[in-house]
C-alpha cells in the first residue's frame, strides 16, 4: 500500500519520493526502495516549542551505518506537526545528503 | 546547500503522510570525479575556520603556496564519508612529504543536537578513523557554502598556485577506479 502512495506521489510531482512518514503512534519512517536511512544520524522531528524527538530502530544493517528497519518516533499528544531532518544515503549514489521538510499527521 | 524543503502530501483517511524526496542523480554522474575545470581554474575560496584539530594553528591557504592541496568535505556521521577515509589516508602517506596538504572540512549535517558541532566527538572520530591530516571544524558551514558544496563526502583538489582544478563527490575505496583517478591527478598537480 506504501509502495504505491509513494509511487504516485512520485508520478504526481515528476520526481521519485524518498521517504514517507506513516502516522502512528508511533510515527514510521519509511525509505522508498534503493534509500537507505542513516542511522549514525537518528532522523529527527522538531516540534513547535522546541522539543526534538529522534527515530530510531534497532535493527541496522551489519556496518551500523543504516537502519535495517523502519525506525520509529513517538509524539506527545496533541503535537501534530514540525521539521522533519533525514539523512539519506541513496545505495547507488554512495553519497549522504540531508533532506527538511515540513511534516504535519 | 544541500538541505532542501520538500513539499508534502496527505492521505488523511489513511492516516499517511508521504513527503516527495528529491530528484534522483545518476549514479555515474555522482560517483564520478568531475572532469577538469576550466582552463585556468578559479581560484580557491580561503578558509576561513577558526577551530582546528591536528594543526598548531588555522590554516590558510594563502599560506600553502606551492603545495597542492586535497579539501575533504566529510562528517563523521556519514558512512560513505567514513568509508573513504582509509583513501585519504594513504594519500597523505604517500604525498604529504611530496608536497601534499590534506585538509579535512568537517560540515554537520544537522542542528547542535545531533552531536557532529561537539569538538570532542570529532575528536573522538579522528582518533578511531587514524586522521592526521589537519581539519577544520565547519560548524556555520562557511566553507561549504563558500565551495557551493552539496554532498558528502565531496572533494576539492587545489594546485601550488591556488586555483581550483578538479572537483567531485561520491564514496571511493583503495585501488578502485575513483581512488585511481585521484591519484592520478594529485600526482599531476605535484609535477607541475
Redo the contacts between chains.
Keep these: 500500500?506504501?509502495v504505491a502512495?509513494?509511487a504516485a506521489?512520485?508520478s504526481?510531482?515528476g520526481?521519485?519520493?524518498?521517504?514517507?512518514?506513516?502516522?502512528g503512534p508511533p510515527l514510521l519512517l519509511v525509505a522508498?526502495p534503493g534509500?537507505r536511512i542513516?542511522a549514525?544520524?537518528?532522523p529527527?522531528l522538531e516540534l513547535d516549542g522546541g522539543t526534538?524527538l529522534r527515530f530510531d530502530s534497532p535493527h541496522l544493517t551489519p556496518?551500523s551505518?543504516?537502519f535495517a528497519a523502519a525506525p520509529t518516533a513517538a509524539p506527545p499528544g496533541g503535537a501534530r506537526r514540525g521539521t522533519?531532518?533525514v539523512?539519506?544515503?541513496?545505495s547507488?549514489?554512495?553519497?549522504?545528503?540531508?533532506?527538511?521538510?515540513?511534516?504535519?499527521? | 546547500m544541500?538541505?532542501?524543503?520538500?513539499?508534502?502530501?496527505?492521505?488523511a483517511s489513511?492516516?499517511?503522510?508521504?513527503?516527495?524526496?528529491?530528484?534522483?542523480?545518476s549514479?555515474a554522474a555522482?560517483?564520478r570525479p568531475a572532469p577538469p575545470s576550466s582552463a585556468g581554474g578559479t581560484p580557491a575560496p580561503e578558509l576561513t575556520n577558526a577551530s582546528w584539530l591536528n594543526a598548531d594553528r588555522p590554516l590558510r591557504l594563502s599560506e600553502l603556496r606551492g603545495r597542492v592541496v586535497l579539501l575533504n568535505f566529510w562528517?563523521?556521521?556519514?558512512?560513505?564519508?567514513t568509508r573513504t577515509v582509509p583513501s585519504l589516508v594513504e594519500y597523505d602517506r604517500q604525498y604529504r612529504e611530496r608536497g601534499l596538504t590534506i585538509i579535512g572540512i568537517h560540515t554537520p549535517?544537522?542542528?547542535p543536537?545531533?552531536g557532529?558541532h561537539d569538538k570532542g566527538n570529532l575528536v573522538r572520530a579522528l582518533q578511531r578513523q587514524g586522521i592526521t591530516y589537519p581539519n577544520a571544524q565547519d560548524n556555520d558551514r562557511r566553507t561549504w557554502d563558500a565551495y557551493g558544496i552539496?554532498?558528502?563526502?565531496s572533494f576539492v583538489l587545489v594546485d601550488k598556485r591556488g586555483i581550483v582544478r578538479y572537483t567531485g563527490?561520491?564514496?571511493?575505496h583503495l585501488n578502485d577506479g575513483d581512488f585511481r583517478e585521484w591519484d592520478r591527478r594529485i600526482a599531476r598537480l605535484l609535477a607541475e
Design positions: 500500500m506504501l502512495t509513494l506521489v512520485a504526481c510531482h520526481r521519485p519520493a524518498l521517504v514517507a512518514l506513516e502516522a522508498a534509500v542513516n549514525r544520524l537518528k529527527a526534538v556496518d551505518a543504516y522533519l531532518r539523512s539519506i544515503c541513496p547507488r549514489e554512495d553519497i549522504c545528503r540531508s533532506v527538511q521538510m515540513a511534516a504535519a499527521w | 544541500t538541505t532542501r524543503r520538500e513539499g508534502v502530501v496527505l492521505t489513511r492516516a499517511v503522510l508521504v513527503v516527495a524526496g528529491l530528484v534522483a542523480v549514479a555522482i560517483r562528517v563523521f556521521t556519514c558512512g560513505n564519508c549535517e544537522f542542528p543536537y545531533a557532529e552539496r554532498y558528502w563526502p563527490y561520491g564514496e571511493f
